[in-house]
Antibody, heavy 118, light 110 residues
């Protein structure tokens, strides 16, 4: 079955760190750009970061630059998001999504909730 | 730079048509034909409905169509059905190799 499954969310204090994982299955992971998209409670979608098929390029939304790092491991068919210096405004459901070039995201995970609070 | 601009809400009766607009700038919607639209039901992951302005992925009803003029893209849903009630988001690739989403539009089927 073609799917993405996120894990690693939870409650963390402001200034803390968390690492999200996304396990891909049912397709050739190394052939696709991958992205993280988040959604704060009751709010809209926000693109966070993406990474090229071979990991050689990555891009971030300005609000997370220098704090978040996207990476991937094709041997493990996995995507990661290392989140440091977390802030209350980073509280959101984080979705892993398979890129379709620049055309958008056809495949999404179910999301994992990150809550930043003391 | 801020998110793309969408109306907060639209509504229509079953069988009618509605259009949701998505306004960007010459750095995103106006330059690139990489505008996509997503449907999201409460508690669910987004679903791609339109890609590259006007193309439908396999399995998406032909009641959904997209277009673009200048810096504004549009999603039209014809023959409204109860199950179309959801939040809709547009997205565009940008000149900075990043992506914007619109703020989202809540569609109510009366």
């Amino acid at each position: 079955e073609v799917q993405l499954v996120e894990s690693g969310g939870g409650l963390v204090q402001p200034g803390g760190s968390l690492r999200l994982s996304c396990a891909a299955s049912g397709f050739t992971f190394s052939r696709y750009w991958m992205s993280w998209v988040r959604q704060a409670p009751g709010k809209g979608l926000e693109w966070v970061a993406n990474i090229k098929e071979d990991g050689s390029e990555n891009y971030y939304v300005d609000s997370v630059k220098g704090r978040f790092t996207i990476s991937r491991d094709s041997a493990k068919n996995s995507l990661y998001l290392q989140m440091d210096s977390l802030r209350a405004e980073d509280t959101a459901v984080y979705y892993c999504a398979r890129g379709w070039g620049r055309s958008g995201w056809l495949l999404w995970g179910q999301g994992t909730l990150v809550t930043v609070s003391s | 730079q801020s998110a793309l601009t969408q109306p907060a809400s639209v509504s229509g009766s079953p069988g009618q048509s509605i259009t949701i607009s998505c306004t960007g700038t010459s750095s995103d919607v106006g330059t690139y034909n990489y505008v996509s639209w997503y449907q999201q039901h409460p508690g669910k992951a987004p679903k791609l409905m339109i890609y590259e302005v006007s193309n439908r992925p396999s399995g998406v009803s032909n009641r959904f169509s997209g277009s673009k003029s200048g810096n504004t893209a549009s999603l039209t849903i014809s023959g409204l059905q109860a199950e179309d009630e959801a939040d809709y988001y547009c997205s565009s690739y940008t000149s900075s190799s990043t992506f914007w989403f619109g703020g989202g539009t809540k569609l109510t089927v009366l």
